[in-house]
């Protein structure tokens, strides 16, 4: 809105200085400075409400160390990055960017999932919560949302990059590198140096025409990677400080790429697929990084509050629709390793007890407590350590994948 505001300032007043909100970069920050500023100042007064209102967590007893004392901890915390995220971005963003609009969606759907989610377990009693097919109907039906936008809507384009012979000069003496903006469904592949895959490629044996029906291969996948990236996001939370943080370090990353991506200087050096108007998404960026650290403030060992599946399903929807808004999806194995790590933990130890339960009538884990940072708390670790050294992975992670624009 700020943005409309010092907009019409300038044009129509000439205001000094109010060209200044034209610059993402600026917008950037002042988005993460006031998210910051409303998950620390405000996340309190969240946190007192909550307790007052007795929304603490329960906790079984699964013989992990310290895990008894934190019964009673104010949960649905999710609420503070959701608000300390959309307020900077309704303030500062181009609201009517396609890329914010999915975005801020995305925030409101995955967080409202989330909400019934814990809601039914505190309020109803239910430990299960919301039951796991309506959890997996919200995140299709956002998926299906996610990538119809992404596929459908015009201002959703991709310029790529001309070939050396046919680079030229404008007569104004600017260099034209890029060719026009069209639609397209390729993403990046890492570490080839021709390193796009086209989605559309899938079904070009249907002949021509083929590409016009892409949508039903690159839907289902977008549908695929925010499940699977919000339920490892899910699962990741687990104790004090673990998933904010990770995923902090995450968004971040994406940050960079796609303000690379939106850049068409940056683009051009790197060699990267060129997305206009998708560096607006840094600004939604920005503010999504300071709810989070703002968040790990309160939430870091001993936590005052949990963010519950109000925040992990909304973490992980969002990070997951981040990737493919900047066509990096196939790095989201590496990038989002640990929550990749935590995902199959569980996957191996459940598969693993039902085959020697079946075959040896009597069930063995492969290991002491999944998901993974179970594991090293049930191994004597502390939960401060293990949740420091998975920070460490994912920092290495992140860097390992920005170096990944070059090493090809």
């Known amino acids: 809105m700020l943005y409309y505001l010092f907009e019409y300032l300038e044009t129509h007043y000439q205001l000094t200085g109010a060209s200044v909100f034209q610059f993402l970069t600026f917008r950037s920050a002042m988005a993460f400075i006031f998210s910051l ?52 971005v309704l303030l500062f963003a181009q609201i009517d960017n396609v890329y914010i609009v999915i975005l801020v969606v995305s925030t409101i759907w995955m967080g409202t999932i989330g909400f019934l989610d814990d809601y ?170 300071g709810g989070l650290v703002g968040f790990l403030w309160y939430n870091t060992y001993p936590a005052q509050v949990f963010m519950g599946d109000t925040g992990s399903l909304t973490i992980g929807g969002i990070i997951a629709v981040l990737a493919i808004a900047v066509r990096k999806e196939l790095l989201i194995p590496i990038l989002a390793g640990i929550f990749l790590v935590e995902n199959l933990s569980v996957i191996l130890q459940v598969s693993y007890f039902k085959y020697t339960k079946k075959k040896f009538g009597e069930g063995k884990r492969i290991f002491k407590m999944s998901p993974l940072h179970h594991h090293y708390q049930k191994s004597g670790y502390h939960e401060s350590k293990i949740v420091t050294r998975f920070w460490i992975i994912g920092i290495m992670l992140a860097v390992f994948t920005i170096v990944t624009l070059k090493l090809r």
């Open 37 to 88: 500023l409303i998950s620390t100042i405000y996340g309190k007064r969240i946190i007192n409400y909550l307790r007052t209102k007795q929304i603490g967590e329960s906790v079984r007893d699964l013989g992990l160390q310290g895990q008894v004392e934190k019964a009673g901890t104010p949960t649905m915390g999710g609420i503070i990055i959701i608000l300390a995220t959309l307020i900077p």
């Open 120 to 289: 039914i377990k505190i309020f109803k009693k239910d430990k299960e919560g919301l039951k796991g097919r309506f959890k997996i109907l919200g995140q299709v039906t956002l998926g299906i949302f996610v990538g119809a936008m992404l596929y459908f809507h015009p201002s959703v384009t991709m310029k790529e990059q001309l070939p050396t012979e046919y680079q030229y000069v404008t007569e104004e003496g600017s260099p034209v590198l890029f060719a026009d903006a069209k639609k397209s469904t390729k993403t990046t592949i890492p570490f080839l140096k021709d390193n796009e895959l086209d989605y559309a490629a899938a079904i070009s044996w249907l002949g021509d025409g083929a590409k016009d029906y892409a949508w039903l291969i690159f839907i289902p996948i977008v549908i695929f990677i925010i499940t699977a990236v919000s339920n490892g996001a899910n699962l990741t939370d687990g104790i004090d400080g673990l998933a904010a943080g990770t995923s902090a370090i995450i968004v971040l990353t994406l940050g960079i790429l796609a303000w690379v991506s939106g850049n068409i200087i940056f683009a051009d050096y790197l060699d990267v697929m060129y997305i206009p108007k998708s560096g607006e998404m840094t600004v939604f960026i920005a503010a999504f990084v």
